[in-house]
């Protein structure tokens, strides 16, 4: 009897926990993507040209 009320105090803990984590800004994911894409091309692995504008262009990679 006791056993079972731990594992209920445990799946309880453990599911707000789980929900905590979910809990993170709506634009996380956009963040980590700006962050990842910013990188590659900083690395020269993503050719890019930049207009008049300062406005970037991702280049296909037969593209000068």
């Known amino acids: ?6 594992l209920l105090i445990t799946a309880i803990i453990f599911t707000f926990v789980g929900m ?4 993170t800004p709506k634009n996380y994911a956009h963040v980590v ?3 990842t894409i910013d990188k590659l091309i900083q690395d020269g692995f993503i050719k890019t040209r ?3 504008e300062g406005n970037i262009e991702l280049l296909k990679h ?3």
């Open 50 to 52: 930049t207009d008049k």
């Open 20 to 23: 905590s984590f979910r809990r």
């Open 33 to 35: 993507i700006e962050a």
């Open 1 to 6: 009897m006791i056993v079972e009320y731990w």
């Open 62 to 64: 037969y593209e000068e």
